[in-house]
């Protein structure tokens, strides 16, 4: 029996989801070929949310970001280029996608949905947008799958419409969030936390404000005493207005990409870890999916749930404070 099986004592305590999901069907219908970026899993989670007896009114439909959003985190020439399809075959080949306008449109209306999701989050307490996380993403360039970077880009539309002055980014996906860290590492009122897989890509790990290096083989015991040993502390040293989080699914063991080997069960717990220690001190969290690459797919999917499992118990248990 799975601890985070839903029961009957949902019954009794009122909305089964009590916060939002942004979603978009144009998450996986753009073409990326045969890829390993598996964008069939935004449908999956929310065919299964469906199942599980979320409604309609769960779910937001995010507009793409404006390009105002993305000017603030990344350079005009690269999104000038990026949109006239004037990259170069080495940036493209460092992509790692194939190059086309839906592309295009698939990274702004997701950029578009972090954005929501921040937002949501600020009036909730909790939102979970089924996308995001693309933390490869740099000011001049985009790279490992990364188009443009949605979670720089809310942290600074939030930033902008004065609605938050501080703000933690905890990167949990695999993969260093070398993106993040080179857009927003500098900035004050950002503190970038990023726990990864030492010898695996980004190869150049630029500093995050907080860097916790994992290696090849550490699985659940490692994994959740680095988690135990920042949080809550961090939240409760830098108090931000707002938490993102990126719940990437990589970490778990046979991920094709990575070599950590955390069980579903140690994600899970992560998930706790992290929420609880957020929405405990009152702290509204926005969590995006980032990376996630196992062999079936069902297994990525199986990681996002138990991440929304872990949202669904947090936000009955510290609802908006
Ligand atoms: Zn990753």
């Not at 999701?117 to 909730?124: H, I, V």
């Not at 900035?187 to 994992?214: E, N, R, W």
Request: charged content about 25%; some cysteine; aromatic content about 10%.
């Amino acid at each position: 029996m799975l601890p985070h099986s839903m029961g009957l004592l949902e019954l009794f305590f009122g909305k089964k989801f009590p916060f939002k999901f942004v979603y978009s069907d144009e998450y996986w219908m753009v073409n990326i070929g045969k890829h390993v970026f598996p964008v069939r899993k935004y449908r999956l989670v929310y065919e299964k949310l469906i199942a599980l007896g979320a409604k309609r009114e769960n779910f937001l439909e995010p507009r793409p970001a404006l390009d105002e959003d993305l000017f603030r985190v990344h350079t005009p020439r690269y999104i000038r280029r990026l949109k006239a399809g004037e990259l170069s075959p080495a940036e493209i080949h460092m992509l790692e996608l194939p190059y086309s306008t839906d592309l295009v449109k698939f990274a702004w209306l997701q950029a578009g949905g972090t954005i929501l999701a921040a937002r949501q989050a600020l009036a909730d307490g909790l939102c979970v947008h089924i996308g995001g996380g693309f933390h490869h993403a740099f000011a001049d360039h985009g790279e490992g799958f990364c188009v443009v970077n949605d979670v720089a880009a809310a942290v600074e539309a939030l930033k902008a419409e004065g609605k938050i002055e501080r703000v933690m980014v905890v990167d949990c996906d695999l993969h260093q969030g070398n993106g993040t860290a080179g857009i927003l590492g500098r900035k004050d009122y950002v503190f970038t936390f990023s726990i990864h897989q030492m010898d695996c890509y980004p190869a150049d790990k630029p500093s995050s404000t907080l860097d916790v290096g994992l290696w090849a083989g550490d699985g659940d015991d490692k994994y959740l005493a680095a988690i135990r040993e920042h949080f809550p502390r961090l939240f409760r040293r830098f108090r931000p207005d707002i938490v993102i989080y990126l719940a990437g699914s990589d970490p778990l063991e046979g991920d094709q990409l990575g070599g950590l080997t955390v069980t579903k069960d140690g994600l899970f717990a992560r998930d706790m870890i992290v929420l609880e220690s957020a929405r405990g001190l009152g702290i509204p969290v926005a969590v995006v999916f980032a990376g996630g690459y196992a062999r079936d797919i069902q297994d990525s999917v199986d990681v996002h749930i138990n991440t929304i499992r872990a949202a669904q118990k947090v936000a009955r248990k510290w609802p908006r404070q």
